[in-house]
């Protein structure tokens, strides 16, 4: 969506959606609307509750039937299980997508990892096609004047026209640009707690040959699935960079993650926004 300053400024029901890897602040500066005008849409929240939500259970039900105590309890429905999935604690959706490793250490062979982020891949643009019906529902239902679409750090992975276009058309895209210093470190924060991720499969298959050839593994069952994800996040973070500018470029507009997170309030990041798009338009 492009418009002038202006035009942005005197939008009636603004709609926005925030890109950025995950540490660049997208979510910290959603919280710093108001939360009776805005509302918080997270991509992540969304395919966690909506579509990974029964992949989700089954995999955490398949490891606690592992156990006879639980197993027991749970084929005579003494129990149930259930996850509690928020938009400040996604910690299901990342136990489901997994690390590619040795299973006796937690991770998945590689056919399994590869399935789950596929599942993970359509969630995510199923999630994305969602975002009108939500702005219409915000309004409609919730009474929500504005809308802000937090995206997840992969959508610039998922190489969809139709996910890009349809953002585009129903939000102002704006993407968060990180400096250096900013970049590295959400690598090495990264590096401390590694977390499971999406990549684009040729990408992985690229990785993962040059990972196994460089540590001597002949297969993925003996690689330590905290080593894979450390050694390819600087590469997968290097890659991703190019395609949110690129995605900036062709339909939204950029800010600077430090002046994002110096703003106080929603009047700070208007401003911010309308400035932008004076300096890049054409």
């Avoid at 259930?82 to 910690?91: K, P, Q, T």
């Avoid at 992985?204 to 297969?219: A, I, P, S, V, W």
Wanted: proline residues 3%; contains cysteine.
């Amino acid at each position: 969506m492009r418009m002038s300053s202006k035009e942005f400024l005197q939008w009636n029901a603004k709609s926005i959606t925030l890109l950025a890897m995950s540490g660049a602040g997208k979510t910290t500066l959603a919280n710093k609307l108001p939360r009776d005008k805005w509302f918080h849409y997270s991509g992540d929240y969304r395919i966690g509750t909506k579509y990974l939500g029964e992949a989700i259970l089954d995999n955490i039900k398949r490891r606690a039937m592992e156990m006879p105590f639980l197993k027991d309890l749970l084929r005579s429905d003494s129990i149930y299980i259930g996850n509690n999935i928020s938009i400040d604690n996604l910690a299901p959706v990342s136990s489901f997508l997994g690390k590619v490793g040795n299973n006796d250490l937690g991770g998945l062979d590689l056919a399994e990892f590869k399935r789950r982020q596929k599942l993970h891949y359509h969630a995510e643009v199923a999630a994305m096609l969602d975002i009108d019906d939500f702005i219409d529902k915000a309004e409609s239902i919730y009474g929500y004047k504005h809308f802000i679409n937090d995206a997840g750090g992969s959508v610039c992975e998922l190489d969809n026209e139709n996910v890009l276009a349809h953002l585009a058309k129903h939000s102002l895209i704006i993407y968060i640009k990180t400096s250096e210093e900013q970049n590295q470190l959400i690598i090495n924060r990264a590096k401390s707690s590694p977390k499971p991720l999406y990549y684009r499969e040729q990408f992985l298959d690229e990785q993962l040959k040059e990972f196994m050839r460089e540590k001597g593994y002949h297969d993925t069952y003996h690689i330590p699935p905290d080593d894979f994800v450390n050694w390819v996040f600087p590469r997968l973070f290097a890659s991703r960079l190019p395609r949110y500018q690129a995605i900036a470029d062709q339909y939204g507009y950029t800010l600077d993650a430090t002046e994002v997170a110096n703003v106080a309030d929603e009047n700070e990041f208007m401003q911010l926004i309308a400035t932008a798009i004076d300096q890049q338009t054409n």
